[in-house]
Nanobody
Framework: QVQLVESGGGLVQPGGSLRLSCAAS????????MGWYRQAPGKQRELVAA???????KYTDSVKGRFTISRDNAQNTVHLQMNSLKPEDTAVYYC?????????????WGQGTQVTVSS
């Protein structure tokens, strides 16, 4: 089992920044990839960014150049630095841990943290 605990969500004005963090514990050794998904009201859950244990990253097009994912393998933590936030970034953000970049039925999700971008 793997436990994922997110922190850092909240309310921010357009153009502002937030930093999300996720701490993983448990049987994390086989989870090569950690990442962030988000789900906005009425929309499907989508990949935001992911990073492998060897540093390979993936971003959805809408956040490239604004969001940066990073990972501390020794601490089993992953962070998402979000800059130049837009109202369309409003969503619940979920931390994930998986063996591959695509999520499978045996992979793990956090509880989610709300990010609201509004003036």
């Amino acid at each position: 089992q793997v436990q994922l605990v997110e922190s850092g969500g909240g309310l921010v004005q357009p153009g502002g920044s937030l930093r999300l963090s996720c701490a993983a514990s448990g049987s994390i050794f086989s989870m090569n990839v950690m990442g962030w998904y988000r789900q906005a009201p009425g929309k499907q859950r989508e990949l935001v960014a992911a990073i492998s244990s060897w540093g390979l990253t993936k971003y959805t097009d809408s956040v490239k150049g604004r969001f940066t994912i990073s990972r501390d393998n020794a601490q089993n933590t992953v962070h998402l630095q979000m800059n130049s936030l837009k109202p369309e970034d409003t969503a619940v953000y979920y931390c994930t841990a998986s063996r591959f970049f695509s999520m499978g039925p045996d992979d793990y999700w956090g509880q989610g943290t709300q990010v609201t971008v509004s003036s």
